[in-house]
């Protein structure tokens, strides 16, 4: 199993462009999560999709959209991108909606808006 | 809303020493979840150890061990016998029952010296 996988792994952008962030595991997890992470400021929840079909904000949504495309994938889109959005993202996925199960985390994707 | 305070932005350990981690929670739930999270350099986020509430035996994995004290509010990590490998960023997170979100701290930065 090759677990969370997220491409790509580096990007950087202009101020104003779009990009799609993909995510996607193999291990049939229903839960999908993107998370940005600042320095000093910990993991921040984006959105999170709880089943395929269904997408939810999550604490610093604003700037963002996502698709859950599939139980596998799970995508987040910049469309305007602000240099506000420089950030490493997490992409991660859980079993199930028992909240003792871990979260599986993807490698992150380092992202730079000029 | 729930938050989770890491009051220590930087530890440091002699290699084979016993550290630990100090982490509050604010909730007013008792169905929840605590998990310690470790995230090395490669930037990937392993998980360390995880807490049920309503469990008062504390958790052990190998040299970790958390003292969960939960009229305090307190989850501490115990790190023994420190090794080189165990220096990384760690982030206590919590999860509320039936919930899809996992709230982080914004983390510790353990060095361990040789």
């Known amino acids: 199993n090759a677990g969370v996988t997220q491409t790509p792994k580096f990007q950087v952008l202009k101020t104003g462009q779009s990009m799609t962030l993909q995510c996607a595991q193999d291990m049939n997890h229903n839960s999908m999560y993107w998370y940005r992470q600042d320095p000093g400021m910990g993991l921040r929840l984006i959105y999170y999709?709880?089943?395929?079909?269904?997408?939810d904000k999550g604490e610093v949504p604003n700037g963002y959209n996502v698709s859950r495309l599939n139980k596998r994938e799970f995508s987040l889109r910049l469309e305007s991108a602000a240099p506000s959005q420089t950030s490493v993202y997490f992409c991660a996925s859980r079993p199930t909606v028992f909240s003792y199960n871990e979260q599986f985390f993807g490698p992150g994707t380092r992202l730079t808006v000029l | 809303a729930q938050t989770v305070t890491q009051s220590q932005p930087e530890m440091s350990v002699q290699e084979a020493e016993t550290v630990t981690l100090s982490c509050t929670y604010d909730t007013s739930e008792s169905d929840y979840y605590l998990f310690w999270y470790k995230q090395p350099p490669s930037r990937q986020m392993i998980l360390v150890i995880r807490q049920e509430a309503y469990k008062q035996q504390n958790a052990t994995e190998n040299r970790f061990s958390v003292n969960f004290q939960k009229a305090a509010k307190s989850f501490s990590l115990k790190i023994s016998d420190s090794q080189l490998g165990d220096a990384a960023m760690y982030f206590c997170?919590?999860?509320?029952?039936?919930?899809?979100?996992?709230?982080f701290g914004k983390g510790t930065k353990l060095t361990v010296n040789p």
């Open positions: 999709s709880a089943s395929e079909g269904t997408t």
């Open positions: 997170a919590y999860s509320q029952g039936g919930s899809e979100k996992l709230v």
